[in-house]
């Protein structure tokens, strides 16, 4: 971009992306915004004019909001916790050279290919399903009783499905930073006195800092609003009702536009200030 | 104390054998330079002895115990990296005390030896720095530091200098012969470079596809090099060697003469030839003689105001004294 000339142009060339994207970004944040303020009931009455925050202060009031909250970042924090961890262990596991390497690595990247709602219906039927599923097989055939997984551990259950799907996720952006390593760290390291754990503490864990940065933030914005999980499995019952969980039954299930967008911006300001502490904890890794 | 004996020492990757089985004792004290071309072997001979590969067949002796089967970090060895293989994340300060730290020295201990080894190689100012923010000469020496603290056995080099410039790399030279002279501990360092094993070693052993050509100091395998191969790595600009009735005359079948004893004038001596590229040193001038009939190119050292100009017809004067013989097999006459 040398010239006035070909500055001005180029940004005449990103104009349309860039109006598009505001748009898209603009249009429903206003129309949240806007319905938040209003009396909105589609099958009793319609639109019925401002309400000012009387929305806001139902929403906050209800005793379904602080445990969605809590909810919420419960299975944010959990699948985050499974699959860092997780990630860091089958990534250092990937890393060795073995037998049919490209197979293998394409076999853990599969999870994340399959759609939410599948996976969380697969997990449902085939595993956790206390009749049929495998995990009840398994039980019987110890003589346990078959637990019953989506009432009886719910939260578990949920956080095990999603962890489940974005594992692979974790692993992947984990495995390519490991790769990068200096293989002369680890060596030097490992004259200078450092056994296995102590490379993996001091050399490589740090060096996964960046990495591991991405993923946790990455997930996070996902997993703020994981909704298909829960939809095909508890349908929010069993402690599992999640804001965005609960947003959905205020706008379809109670036909309450403008208490679930009151929600909606609720959620917003959640995730932002999930984001500030998130960047005040791990983001610093960012400017290395 | 820091003996090095390889006895019948040997490695194969899968197949491929890149070390035969060769002896080597490198004795305490001692500054030892392995030399040869790229892909000779000398780096995993390094990485041998550092541990860092398993030996196929045959002995390792440091000091005399068999060091064969011990872990790298109980042999007592320091290496430094071509990489220099600093730990990006720490200072200047906790990359020194790594391995104090993994050998759980008393905090008091550990501080005194990092001030030290920082005083030495002027690293005090930037203790707190962490590699990134290093020049590379810095960060060779951050790396010679987290090598000394461990007061090693011996240190191992792996082509250290290569990634600097030519000005810096003659600057670490001496800061690693001084440091040497100092300290008085081994050193097994690993170039390609033959100045700088020259220059740096009390014995070169210079190898050829995992073999050892020769073992000797420098001016050794200068003033007599055991066969062609070493004849032609040692010495910069290299020996000039030549062939035919000129090598029968001296009873071989290859002669070799080094450009410094070759003398050069207009109108005398047994030799003739045409001035092709001059180079201008200052100090000294190298002129590539063509068409001497004894060899494509004759290489000859003269003083730096010596002017011949390109196309001068020349005559050269050897020096029949430092005239090397070699046989069929390439080996020398004596």
């Not at chain 1, 499905?161 to 692979?168: K, N, R, S, T």
Request: glycine fraction near 8%.
């Amino acid at each position: 971009m040398a010239t006035r000339h070909s500055r001005s142009a180029a940004r005449l060339m990103m104009a349309p992306a860039v109006i598009l994207l505001l748009g898209w970004m603009l249009v429903p944040l206003t129309m949240t915004l806007w319905f938040s303020f209003r009396e909105f009931l589609p099958l009793r009455g319609g639109d019925m004019g401002w309400v000012g925050f009387d929305n806001y202060a139902r929403f906050v009031t209800s005793s379904a909001f602080w445990p969605s909250i809590q909810t919420t970042l419960l299975i944010v924090g959990g699948v985050l916790l499974i699959t860092v961890v997780l990630g860091v262990l089958l990534a250092l596991l990937l890393d060795q050279p073995m037998w049919g390497q490209g197979v293998v690595r394409i076999l853990v990247i599969a999870p994340f290919f399959v759609m939410p709602t599948v996976s969380a219906l697969v997990w449902k039927n085939m595993f956790m399903d206390p009749v049929n599923g495998l995990f009840a097989h398994l039980w019987k055939a110890f003589g346990a009783t078959p637990v019953e997984w989506l009432s009886q551990a719910s939260m578990f259950s949920i956080i095990l499905i999603v962890a489940w799907q974005w594992l692979p996720f974790a692993t992947l952006i984990l495995l390519t930073a490991i790769q990068s390593l200096d293989s002369e760290q680890l060596e030097a390291a490992e004259m200078d006195g450092a056994p296995a754990l102590k490379r993996f503490w001091f050399i490589i864990l740090p060096h996964l800092g960046r990495a591991i940065t991405v993923v946790i933030l990455i997930q996070t914005i996902f997993l703020l609003s994981v909704f298909a999980e829960i939809f095909v499995t508890t349908q929010g019952s069993f402690g599992t009702r999640t804001l965005t969980y609960l947003i959905f039954q205020r706008v379809l299930e109670s036909q309450n536009v403008g208490l679930g967008s009151a929600g909606g911006v609720y959620a917003i300001i959640l995730a932002n200030i999930v984001a500030i502490f998130l960047m005040r904890i791990v983001g610093k890794n960012l400017d290395r | 104390m820091g003996k090095i004996t390889l006895e019948q020492v040997s490695k194969s990757f899968g197949e491929v054998r890149v070390i035969p089985p060769l002896d080597l004792t490198i004795e305490d004290g001692e500054f030892a330079v392995f030399v040869g071309p790229s892909g000779c072997g000398k780096s995993t001979l390094l990485r041998l002895i550092a541990g860092l590969e398993d030996v196929t067949g045959g002995t390792i002796r440091i000091d005399g115990k068999d060091a064969t089967e011990v872990p790298p970090a109980k042999r007592g060895l320091a290496m430094v990296f071509q990489s220099y293989a600093l730990y990006p994340h720490m200072t200047v300060r906790k990359n020194i005390a790594f391995p104090l730290r993994m050998a759980k020295l008393p905090q008091a201990e550990i501080d005194r030896r990092v001030a030290g080894a920082a005083q030495v190689l002027n690293l005090t100012d930037y203790l707190d720095r962490r590699p990134g923010q290093l020049s590379g000469g810095q960060r060779q020496r951050v790396a010679i530091g987290r090598a000394i603290v461990r007061e090693p056995a011996a240190f191992l080099f792996d082509e250290p200098l290569s990634n600097l410039d030519a000005a810096l790399r003659v600057g670490m030279r001496l800061e690693i012969s001084e440091l040497h002279k100092r300290l008085k501990t081994t050193m097994i360092y690993v170039t390609h470079d033959q100045v700088e094993a020259m220059t740096m070693a009390d014995k070169i052993v210079v190898l050829r596809a995992g073999h050892i050509e020769q073992v000797g100091s420098p001016l050794d395998l200068y003033r007599s090099p055991r066969n062609l191969f070493v004849a032609g790595f040692i010495g910069s600009p290299r020996m000039n060697f030549i062939e035919g009735p000129e090598a029968a005359r001296h009873g071989a079948r290859t002669i070799g003469i080094r450009p410094e004893h070759i003398a050069v004038s207009a109108d005398e001596g047994p030799w003739s030839g045409v001035v092709g590229v001059s180079e201008h040193l200052g100090s000294d001038t190298f002129f590539h003689i063509h068409d001497t009939g004894l060899a494509e190119t004759i290489t000859v050292r003269a003083g730096g105001e010596v002017g011949f100009n390109h196309g001068d017809r020349v005559r050269l004067t050897p020096r029949e004294d430092q005239v090397h013989r070699f046989d069929e097999k390439g080996l020398r006459i004596a």
